[in-house]
């Protein structure tokens, strides 16, 4: 089972601050994810990277952005955070094949 | 139509008593199928996985598989009030940009 790391667990911020969620995984996975969802509500794929240097956007339209320089890295972005973006970000790992993903703990947003 | 169809529920059973949830994918491209456990503000975890038709057991678990029907279900025999928790089914989509795409999942609640 992977190893999965998600700071801050908990962030609330104003309105128009830039803001980075961190995601870092010490298993060596060459895929990760950044799902979204909100209290009741399904997961929405967001972003998601096969590998270093590999970033593809997910199902979900989001102003979020992401980058993958370290294997073990996978942080995202919002420039400007507004009200909307206010949810429950979580970041998944999985191997490299038609394997299955594990969770980091998530982290709560709240953008006042 | 929804690439992951789930009765949201709740689906209520008793102590002691089988609670059957259902899922079906539209995806025939699908290969692999993964059973996820999500408790109320927590993420999802990982309980069964299911690659070729038929049954797997896993102690109180049984999934199901059938390809050619485009269902796969989990089963879990003997339920505990520590079973209630929102069921994620999330079939492995190769021709889709190997990706996990997560249904909206199906509320269970075992009552005492």
């Known amino acids: 089972e992977a190893d999965i790391y998600q700071t801050p667990r908990y962030l609330v911020i104003g309105t128009g601050k830039k803001i980075t969620l961190e995601c870092s995984q010490t298993m060596g996975h060459d895929k990760m994810y950044w799902y979204q969802q909100d209290p009741g509500m399904e997961l929405h794929l967001i972003h998601y990277?096969?590998?270093?240097?590999?970033?593809e956007k997910g199902d979900l339209s989001s102003e979020s952005t992401v980058s993958r320089i370290r294997t073990e890295h996978f942080p995202l972005t919002l420039e400007s955070a507004r009200p909307s973006h206010t949810s429950q970000y979580l970041c998944a790992s999985g191997r490299h094949g038609i394997t299955e993903a594990f969770f980091g703990q998530g982290t709560r947003l709240t953008v006042v | 139509q929804k690439e992951v169809e789930q009765n949201s529920g709740p689906l209520s059973v008793p102590e002691g008593a089988i609670a059957s949830l259902n899922c079906t994918y539209s995806d025939r491209g699908s290969q692999s199928f993964f059973w996820y456990r999500q408790y109320s503000g927590k993420s999802p975890e990982l309980i069964m996985s299911i690659y070729s038709n038929g049954d797997k057991e896993d102690g109180r678990f049984t999934a199901q598989l059938n390809k050619a029907s485009q269902y796969v279900s989990l089963l879990i025999r003997d339920s505990q009030p520590s079973d209630s928790a929102t069921y994620l089914c999330a079939p492995y989509r190769k021709n889709a940009g190997n990706m996990l795409t997560f249904g909206g999942g199906t509320r269970l609640m075992v009552k005492p």
């Open positions: 990277s096969y590998g270093v240097n590999s970033t």
